[in-house]
């Protein structure tokens, strides 16, 4: 009993390392991609080639007036950025970060229905959105809130779609089966080449591609940012917000890009896994150390990209946004989910 209670607290602290590590790292990170592409200089006055900066940016909002507007909704105003935080970090926990050491699992909570666990608290996000515009008592905020609802409840939809996906390929809801199912298959065996069904390849490729995209428009990141588009709504949703509550929503929408790149790894790109290196023969400390490299690698990689997307493409016009969900994104991945279901049925046994 003491040693499981032992290896949760490490468990958490390996989890909480990697959200409160990756969120300020993310932060420098965008402003030095950003200048790389824009062919300029990123922050290089605070600390050795600007590394400190988001202690700076962190001291400066802490000390800086917390305003609460006369007539917002004060309990509600509150509650948004914490809504919008507080989820994302707990859908971390049903990740497997890593192979397993003997008999313990990298992994905080081994829920057997954790992927529907991890979306469940996901998807309250949108509440925290939603609460902030309308407890601001601004129609600037209110409008923000309305139009990232519409947004995330829009794309929400496809991404269902692709777990639905997975679970077809796998069998499974349990992230320790779906990332065991691809372990033992090989890098091929991965979700995104088909699971192991080679007749699955195309679906496993246009799954992975809606998933990511819809997961971008998710997070709110450019081109989909559309619930602050400083041009048409002055800030949107976080207008009226300052000092750490304003803080808890940029650092929200890092940690659910976190753990959005860690649950693409944990379905798709085969978890903790290294491709031609049997790390599931090696429960030992060097084998999970090797696991837990390959995770963050496929993760960062994952987040540069999201920075790299932000900085190059232009954002959709709102109706663009709308109509690329419904009318593009909803039909491929509809029809996607019935094509695995007949190619499973042509293979004469499980689709994984």
């Known amino acids: ?20 590590g990756i969120a300020p790292m993310l932060i420098i990170a965008e ?26 940016d962190i001291t400066k909002l802490i000390f800086k007036e917390e305003i609460i507007p006369e007539n917002a909704d004060k309990y509600l105003f509150i509650a948004g950025p914490l809504l919008v935080f ?14 397993a050491i003997g008999e313990y699992k990298l992994q905080v909570a081994n829920l057997p229905i954790g992927i529907l666990f991890a979306w469940a608290v996901l998807s309250v996000g949108v509440y925290g959105i939603t609460l902030g515009g309308w407890a601001s008592n601004n129609k600037y905020s209110l ?15 496809s991404l269902g779609l692709g777990i639905l996906l997975i679970v077809m390929m796998t069998e499974s809801i349990d992230p320790q089966q779906i990332v065991w199912n691809q372990v033992h298959q090989g890098f091929f065996g991965w979700n995104i080449f088909g699971g192991g069904n080679p007749l699955a390849l195309p679906c496993g490729i246009v799954g992975f591609t809606m998933f990511f995209i819809c997961a971008l428009a998710e997070n709110n990141r450019v081109p989909f940012d559309l619930a602050e588009c400083e041009a048409e709504l002055v ?26 790149c860690g649950l693409i790894v944990t379905l798709f790109l085969g978890g903790w896994d290294i491709p031609f290196i049997h790390l ?9 150390i090797l696991s837990f490299g390959a995770f963050m690698t ?24 709308m109509g690329l ?20 049925i042509l293979w004469k046994g499980p689709i994984g």
């Open 1 to 20: 009993m003491i040693w499981e209670l032992l290896w949760l607290c490490f468990t958490m602290f390996m989890a909480i390392s990697i959200i409160m």
């Open 31 to 56: 402003r030095r991609v950003s200048a790389w592409i824009q062919g300029r200089k990123g922050p290089n006055r605070v600390g050795p080639q600007g590394l400190m900066q988001p202690l700076a």
């Open 86 to 99: 507080c989820p994302p970090a707990l859908g971390f926990a049903v990740i497997p970060f890593g192979n």
């Open 143 to 157: 409008l923000g809130s309305l139009r990232a609802s519409a947004q995330l409840i829009s794309y929400e939809l």
């Open 235 to 260: 800030g949107g949703y976080h207008t009226e917000y300052s000092s750490m509550k304003f803080a808890m929503f940029l650092l929200g929408e890092y940690v659910a890009m976190i753990t959005m």
């Open 280 to 288: 599931e023969e090696q429960p030992t400390v060097f084998g999970a």
């Open 298 to 321: 496929k993760m960062l990689v994952l987040l540069f990209s999201y920075l790299w997307i932000r900085w190059t493409l232009p954002r959709f016009r709102y109706d663009q946004l």
């Open 325 to 344: 969900g419904w009318k593009v994104f909803l039909p491929i991945s509809l029809t996607n989910v019935v094509v695995l279901a007949i190619v499973g």
